[in-house]
């Protein structure tokens, strides 16, 4: 059931071919989706890469998803035994961007959408209805052709799901123990003239009741599964925790806890949960940059094997400025052939300086190392990447609507407390997405009040044709992690750095006086965290700045899918605290569509007025900001837009509310960034 890729042999095989991103964050290996005929649930199994990376170029991936799985076993998550330790054994892994992916039919019932009875059809029978035309079965009782597989699995946090079937697992008592079994769906007093149907609309568990239409009878009370593999190995157990205001020990799970098996819908979050990951590039050369008063700054901040990797004179700067070039002619971009023609006009001729800059005074001591990787990446922004502020953009059309309105735009980045916007044309991220979980994106979840773990699993291996496509033969059997790397447009949003001395004052995070600038006395005071912030509400300091760093980078990309025209999906953040902050980019492709230059041109006014609006707002107020003031109404995003999971969130950060880290209990309000 869980490995489609083992049952393909004996099946019709069947491919879907997507664009990269649908298969990069949507179309992924394990996870069911519709059939394109819409008659059968299919599972997606193993996948085809177009093309495949170097050992090199991996080691940078696999280093950031051995620091994951590290965080995920920490808190309690389980590595599945099919996952290969990316350390020690990288030879397992084929990076690559994805092609098309297989698919099975699931072995699951059809319903009546007319009668609601329930029919048990084959896997062959499906692929027969679908070799004759795809038209949907007819119902054998009512005659319309309203069969449909039922939409409802059963989900464990191991990974295993469960479709609905003649029979079903479960547990049954064996003297003082228990031991695996499986009830049935349909009438054993009927036998074979019992028909089995589910009377109710709903899909609520509860309501899921199957009777007999033979002899009246309800033959299943309610619908329920067990998971039989967790019950014969059990896995390890978080540690437990004792409720708040509780004493005494932690409640230790049942044998039934553990292998409850939660019924959803198979297109449903807790269906299938992606785990990807986003990284910037750091080894492209010099070539622009802008406040060289702030580059120079950020790299006093660094130590000395940090100010060595990050001004090291980029050597090849000709070399990869040239392939750029040769990009931008092939896409017949001539804003940037003549921009980088005349960069490569400087280096060559010596009028622009790539050599290191001298170290100013006042060096940050005691740098944790997420805090000197995330400088050396706001260095590389500010040296690798161009970018353009709005004045620029708008002074290019004269006679346009939003030309007229820059003093406006000045006043509303001064009311809202922000730095100048700029364009930014070119980001180089590496997306890569590496696995999946069912029941929770999280490393443990709650079952009737106790933790139990969840297991990360890896895709399905590669086979011996899809190895063979890209050239690797030796490449059967590997781990694929579906990887793009590409030049995304967004746009930068920034804090003013005195105005953010002046909140945290105002919240009563008085940081002790010096003579340096207020980035770094801000940058100073920040406490560590672990670099997916799980712990970032128990750190004074960083919950103050990050919070209302993060809050506004949400609050942004809730604006920027109306105003640029992406789904929420589509749009993604790159935090740089150093910076105090962020760039959002769309995520949606490699190539430019244009849509964040047009926003800037023609909508940037009411981008401004709307953030400080909306950000006010959310669908389940007052009951969202008078607790965490964030949710999925307001300030959440899709997983794969948040490289942080959506941690250290709240609206009042920006415009005051109930102090987020508090139970809402305890009446604690803090001060709001927009009410300075």
Known sequence: ?????????????????????????????????????????????????????????????????????????????????????????????????????????????????????????????????????????????????????????????????????????????????????SYPLLCQKCGARAIAEIPSRSERARDLVVKCRTCKQITVERLSARCHHCFTNPPPLPQQETPAGEEGAAKEPTVVDRVMMRITSYRASEAYYPHSLTLLRLDRPQQTGYMDEEVNMLRGMLPEAGEEAATSPAVSAVAALSARLQEAVAKGDMVAVNTLAQQIGNVATGSTTLERVPRPAGRLQHLHPDLVKSITESLALKTTVRTTPYTQILGQDQHGATAGLLQEITRAHQRLGLRPTLLVDDLPVISATFGYTRRSFEPTYEENGALLPTHLRAFYPLEQFAAKRIGRPGAVGTIPILAREGDHEGIFLGLDPERVLSWLAHNDVRLPSNDQAPIVHILQSLEEVDRYYDTVWQKPVLRLVFGL????????????????????????????????????????????????????????????????????????????????????????????????????????????????????????????????
């Open 1 to 181: 059931m869980d490995n489609p890729a083992a049952n393909e042999a004996q099946q019709e095989r069947m491919w879907m071919q997507r664009s990269v991103s649908q298969l990069l964050f949507s179309y992924l290996p394990g996870k069911t989706v519709d059939w394109e005929d819409g008659l059968a649930i299919v599972q997606l199994g193993g996948v085809r890469l177009s093309s495949a990376w170097e050992a090199k170029q991996m080691q940078v991936v696999l280093k950031e998803i051995e620091a994951y799985l590290t965080r995920w076993q920490s808190a309690g998550g389980i590595m599945h035994s099919s996952f290969p330790d990316p350390h020690k054994q990288p030879e397992r892994f084929t990076i690559g961007e994805p092609e098309s992916i297989s698919a099975t039919v699931v072995d699951a019932a059809l319903r009546c959408l007319s009668c609601n009875r329930l029919v048990f059809a084959s896997k062959k029978q499906l692929a027969v209805s679908r070799k004759s035309g795809g038209r949907p079965f007819l119902c054998p009782s009512c005659g319309q052709p309203a069969l449909r597989q039922f939409p409802q699995i059963f989900v464990h946090g191991c990974g295993h799901f469960v479709a609905l079937g003649k029979w079903m697992p479960t547990l049954k008592h064996a003297g003082e123990s228990m031991a695996v079994t």
């Open 549 to 676: 760093l993060h809050s506004l980078s949400h609050a942004a990309m809730r604006i920027v899918s109306r105003f640029a025209g992406l789904e929420r999906t589509s749009i993604s953040e790159y935090l740089f605290p150093p910076l105090l902050g962020t760039v959002i980019y769309a995520n949606s492709s490699t190539f430019k569509m244009g849509c964040m230059e047009t926003m800037m041109r023609s909508s940037l006014f009411e981008f401004l007025e709307a953030l400080g609006e909306e950000a006010m707002t959310c669908l389940i107020d007052p009951d969202c900001i008078d607790h965490r003031g964030a949710c999925a109404g307001c300030l959440y995003s899709p997983e794969i837009s948040c490289r942080v999971f959506n941690h250290g969130l709240s609206r009042a950060f920006l415009i005051g509310g109930h102090t987020p880290w508090l139970d809402v209990s305890i009446g604690e309000r803090i001060r709001g960034y927009w009410q300075e």
